[in-house]
């Protein structure tokens, strides 16, 4: 154990009023219970939710006995913010805003077991790896992980973390981060897929001589890791990469194990389905602002009773669908998930990232390729392809021009450039 790292912490959660260290210590004995008693703690927990927050917060309890089929929608806790505060809290509460990707970002309200939780998650996806307390990170990211006030940067100071901004890096800022990581002997990388798979890109073609041998192991987060990405980072930094995936609102707190499983710490959170197969989250760990069967855009499966070889007996999540953000909609209003693009380009070896951009009549694809030709025949076949499934008055692909970043840096696949105000267009 390291008693350095265990005091940092120690100290984050007296200067902060968390309580991560316990929480982190909590979790690391939970994950290795049998998953019916898991599921039982998580119905339970669920159970006691409902008991709690129902009778004490004005918008549950005009709801009544809808409460067990209603769906809370963004749309929903933007008109109705106050009545969502339950009475029962009686702590410090903090406003929390989420990306506004989707159009208008959500304010909501979060309490101190909350955010003790979601670090505590974090932790746990970083320990599979082999990360200690202490250990220095190297976060890759835009303002959603590496927000940069005196607050943030005391935070990062204590937790041993150097950010690495993803926002428009060259080569010139990957040479500098390359070197920075190697210095400071850092042991674990968290960040964007994209960005971190640029800089492995990157490493691949310069053929550079680090050897990154005090890192343990990268975590990425945020966005969906494609198979691809994940082989390039491996390749580029010579250590295993596991996927972390977080709805902080949700309290959903996901990481990937060494058999490949997402797991979910399903104390936190109860996960139920509409019929259209969007997940549907009950944040059990915030219960200042109770947020019931939320909306979370994301659509994947979940596998309760695992058989895990690691020996945790949290279900995992499986399928991973993406945002809803992530559509494409015809001029006749038909929906098209981003997944499809994936698919399409999945096996050109020569496509190393795409981004798709419409409005009500055009349609346009810009693919980031290895060298700048795409012979006529693949380009035909995608736009065939792309137009035997959906509508539009015209079509194009352009290759190795920019794509359009959002302000946190994060990839974005698909932008409606009709809607979208995130994006300067
Ligand atoms: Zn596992």
Request: charged share 20%; glycine share 6%.
């Amino acid at each position: 154990m390291n008693i350095l790292g265990q005091f940092r912490f120690r100290a984050i959660d007296l200067l902060r009023g968390t309580n991560i260290v316990e929480t982190l210590k909590k979790l690391r004995k939970e994950q290795y219970l049998d998953s019916q008693t898991l599921a039982n703690l998580s119905r339970n927990n669920y159970k006691e939710f409902l008991a709690q927050m129902i009778p004490t917060t004005q918008y549950y309890t005009n709801l009544g006995s809808k409460v067990a089929s209603s769906v809370l929608t963004k749309e929903i806790i933007r008109k109705n913010t106050a009545a969502l505060f339950s009475k029962w809290f009686s702590h410090k509460k903090y406003a929390k805003g989420t990306g506004g990707s989707t159009g208008a970002p959500l304010v909501y309200y979060t309490t101190n077991e909350a955010q003790s939780f979601m670090w505590a998650g974090i932790l746990l996806s970083w320990e599979t790896l082999g990360y200690q307390l202490g250990d220095k990170v190297a976060f890759v990211a835009g303002t959603s992980l590496g927000k940069n006030d005196i607050k943030h940067k005391v935070f990062h100071q204590l937790m041993n973390v150097t950010t690495y901004s993803a926002y428009q890096l060259n080569d010139h800022d990957i040479e500098s981060y390359l070197y920075r990581i190697d210095k400071s002997k850092t042991k674990l990388m968290y960040g964007y897929a994209t960005a971190i798979n640029r800089i492995a890109e990157f490493i691949l073609k310069s053929q550079n001589t680090y050897s990154f041998s005090h890192l343990k192991g990268i975590v990425s987060t945020a966005e969906i890791l494609s198979d691809k990405h994940r082989n390039n980072i491996e390749q580029a930094f010579k250590v295993k990469v596991h996927n972390q995936y977080g709805c902080n609102e949700a309290g959903i707190s996901a990481f990937e194990c060494d058999f490949g499983n997402m797991h979910y710490i399903n104390s936190a959170t109860r996960i139920e389905f509409d019929n259209d197969g969007n997940a549907l989250a009950t944040n059990l760990v915030n219960k200042a602002f109770p947020m019931i069967r939320y909306f979370t855009g994301d659509k994947f499966d979940i596998v309760e009773n695992v058989s895990c070889p690691c020996k945790r007996g949290y279900p995992t999540i499986e399928n991973f669908m993406g945002r809803t953000c992530d559509l494409v909609i015809d001029k006749r209003n038909k929906v098209m998930h981003s997944a499809f693009f994936n698919v399409l380009f999945r096996d050109n070896k020569h496509i190393e990232q795409f981004q798709v951009l419409f409005n009500d009549h055009k349609l346009t694809v810009y693919l980031q390729l290895d060298s700048n030709d795409l012979p006529k025949e693949m380009a035909n076949y995608y736009l065939d392809a792309i137009k035997g499934k959906m509508e539009f008055d015209d079509y194009a692909i352009e290759i190795n021009a920019p794509f359009l970043e959002a302000e946190n840096a994060k990839h974005r696949y698909v932008i409606n450039t009709s809607t979208d105000t995130s994006i300067p267009a």
